[in-house]
């Protein structure tokens, strides 16, 4: 079966890190280009940041820029959210997102994990 | 950045037809996707490309974009139906990909 299934999840104090795991199965990861995308609790999509298959081309939003960072690790067929100095503001379910086509900037999310949520307090 | 605008809520009676509007500058000239979102779950492609259905997304649903709007049309609207729904782009100034504020579709 195709899918994503993401894990890493939890409670974490204000300030802390976390890191975001996403398993991929059924497919070749490595001919994918991959995204996070988060959705605070109540309100709307927010996407996150993207990778190419071979990890050679990131973009992030601008509020994640210098705290978070998206890795891959094609072999294992994993994708990371490394996330430090985490803030409230940060809480929210952290999708992850394959995209659709062969790795254009513009392309579209075909394939989503059932999310993991992030809980930031003291 | 750039910003997508999607009005809060879209009311439809079943069998009707439903336009969810997303409003961005010269949006006519981006590639353009819809997502369905239901309750607890995650969101599902429903339009790629402005105008394309991935398999499995019935007919009722279709795509336009032009000037300054996009639109998404259900059609035939169905109880099954209701759900937020959410435009997206790729930004090439801030190189970022960005989502609408969202609008639910309530099936009266």
């Known amino acids: 079966e195709v899918q994503l299934v993401e894990s890493g999840g939890g409670l974490v104090q204000p300030g802390g890190s976390l890191r975001l795991s996403c398993a991929a199965s059924?497919?070749?990861?490595?001919?994918?280009?991959m995204n996070w995308v988060r959705q605070a609790p109540g309100k709307g999509l927010e996407w996150v940041s993207y990778?190419?298959?071979?990890?050679?081309?990131?973009y992030e939003a601008d509020f994640v820029k210098g705290r978070f960072t998206i890795s891959r690790d094609n072999a294992k067929n994993l994708l990371y959210l490394q996330m430090t100095s985490l803030s409230a503001e940060d809480t929210a379910v952290y999708y992850c997102a394959r995209d659709v086509g062969v790795g254009t900037r513009d392309d579209a999310f075909d394939l989503w994990g059932q999310g993991t949520m992030v809980t930031v307090s003291s | 950045s750039y910003v997508l605008t999607q009005p809060p809520s879209v009311s439809v009676a079943p069998g009707k037809t439903a336009r969810i509007t997303c409003g961005g500058s010269d949006i006519g000239s981006e590639s353009v996707h819809w997502y369905q979102q239901k309750p607890g779950q995650a969101p599902v492609l429903v339009i790629y490309?402005?105008?394309d259905r991935p398999s499995g997304i019935p007919e009722r649903f279709s795509g336009s974009n032009s000037g300054n709007t996009a639109t998404l049309t259900i059609s035939r609207v169905e109880a099954g139906d209701e759900a937020d729904y959410y435009c997206q782009v790729w930004d090439s100034y801030s190189e970022q990909r960005v989502f609408g504020t969202g609008t639910k579709v309530i099936v009266l």
């Open positions: 490309y402005g105008s």
């Open positions: 059924g497919f070749t990861l490595s001919s994918y280009s």
């Open positions: 990778i190419s298959g071979s990890s050679s081309i990131i």
